[in-house]
């Protein structure tokens, strides 16, 4: 695996793009909103789901638009020995990497779209694991394809 895509970039949890005004530009920076992701990551499948969001309302699909985006659990990585530990930036337990990166779009007419990324770029059993097919479907956003967040 090439070293460069072991590098961390920023995730940001609320996006830079989302926002107009310099003061909230700024703000998007701030340690609260963001957390570590693998850069190929970050500028690969959260890239593609941030910008199909902003497509939603560029596009008029929607006028307005509930996101809610967060992490989960805390990614595992061997050790030398295959001993699998907890990853953070820091000492054991500061700015732990998230395992998972979820974002969970609404709107009033109750359509819902449910993206979640594995915040990994090493393969390991779990990455092989299928957490769900379709998840328009299950969440009844009658979305006509899956397939179309490009």
Partial sequence: MPQ??????????????????????RLTSK???VVAQFASINNGNWKIIENW?????????????????????VLQLSDTRGNWKDTSLLAPNKNPIPKWM?????????????FLTYNNVRPTPESGTQICMYVCV????????HNNLR
């Fill in 31 to 33: 340690y609260i909103n």
């Fill in 138 to 145: 299950y969440v009844g956003s009658g979305c006509a394809s």
């Fill in 102 to 114: 979820y974002k969970i779009v609404s709107h009033i007419s109750e359509a819902h779209f449910v």
């Fill in 4 to 25: 460069n895509e072991l590098i961390f970039a920023r995730g940001h949890l609320a996006p830079v793009g989302d926002f107009v005004f310099e003061k909230d530009i």
């Fill in 53 to 73: 969001v902003r497509r939603q309302l560029t596009s008029r699909t929607f006028d307005v638009l509930k996101v809610c985006t967060g992490a989960l659990h």
